[in-house]
C-alpha cells in the first residue's frame, strides 16, 4: 500500500520511516531541500516539491495511493489545501496533524476523518492505524504485541465472539467490550463490560478490546472484513 507523507519535519520524517519500517510504500514531499536529503534513503521516494499543487499528489500517486498524511508544520493554512487538494484527487484516507483543539476541529469539518497529535501518538502507531482503519486506540505492551480497540465492523454486527472465535482462529484474547449508551448520539458515552457474554450478537459501534500481536489483529481485520 502506498502512503503520501507531505511536510517532512520532525513528525513527518518519523511518521514516514515508521511507515516504511511497516511495510507501506512510502513518498515523502517537502518544500525544502534539506528534510528531502535526510529521508531520501529511509523511503520510496522523497522529492521537493509544493503538494498544494493537485498535479504534485497526482504525480506521485494518483489512484494508487492509499492515505496520505498532511504533516505540514506551522503554516496552518498549506495543511488545509494539502488536506482538500488530496480530498480532490480521489485520496480517500487523509491523516492531518493538529496541533490545537481548534485546528483538529476545522480539519474536521473540512472532511478529515482523522487527526493526529505528534505529541500523543507516535509514527509506529500511526502505521496502525493506516493499515487497520477501524482502530480507535492501540496500547503496546511489547513489541509487536498490545491492546487494541477494535470497532466492530458491518461484517460482525449480528455475530457473537462465539461465532468469532477469535482465541482459536486469530490467536486474540477479547478483555472486553465497550457499548454505546446510545448508538445514534454522534459521540456517545460508553459503557465496558468486562465479562462479555460469549453468546449476544455484536451491535454496531461496539469496540472489541483485544489482545494479541499486530501480525493476529491485521489477519483477523483483513478475515472479518
Not at 480530498?87 to 480539519?107: C, D, F, K, M
Not at 476523518?113 to 500511526?126: D, K, M, N, Q
Not at 466492530?152 to 477469535?166: F, W
Request: aromatic share 4%; no cysteine; charged share 30%.
Amino acid at each position: 500500500m502506498k502512503v503520501i507523507v507531505v511536510g517532512l519535519g520532525r513528525f513527518g520524517a518519523a511518521a514516514a520511516r515508521a511507515l516504511k519500517q511497516n511495510g507501506f510504500d512510502v513518498v515523502g514531499i517537502d518544500k525544502e531541500m534539506r528534510p528531502v536529503e535526510d529521508l531520501k534513503d529511509d523511503v520510496d521516494l522523497a522529492v521537493r516539491a509544493d503538494a498544494t499543487d493537485p498535479e504534485v499528489l497526482r504525480q506521485h500517486g494518483g489512484d494508487d495511493v492509499h492515505a496520505l498524511v498532511a504533516a505540514v508544520g506551522e503554516d496552518f493554512e498549506a495543511q488545509i489545501l494539502v488536506v482538500v487538494q488530496a480530498q480532490n484527487i480521489g485520496i480517500e484516507q487523509v491523516v492531518a496533524r493538529s496541533t490545537t483543539p481548534t485546528h483538529a476541529r476545522i480539519l474536521e469539518a473540512v472532511g478529515v476523518r482523522s487527526t493526529i497529535s505528534p505529541e500523543e501518538e507516535a509514527g509506529s502507531t500511526l502505521a496502525r492505524r493506516l493499515a487497520v482503519p477501524n482502530i480507535k486506540r492501540y496500547f503496546e505492551l511489547a513489541e509487536g504485541v498490545g491492546i487494541s480497540e477494535l470497532e466492530v465492523s458491518e461484517a460482525m454486527v449480528g455475530k457473537s465472539l462465539r461465532d468469532l472465535d477469535l482465541p482459536t482462529r486469530f490467536q486474540l484474547n477479547v478483555v472486553g467490550v465497550r457499548r454505546p449508551k446510545d448508538p445514534d448520539e454522534e459521540r456517545p458515552a460508553y459503557l465496558f463490560v468486562a465479562v462479555p457474554d460469549p453468546d449476544e450478537p455484536l451491535r454496531a459501534r461496539d469496540i472489541l478490546e483485544l489482545v494479541g500481536t499486530d501480525e493476529a489483529l491485521a489477519r483477523f481485520v483483513k478475515k472479518a472484513g
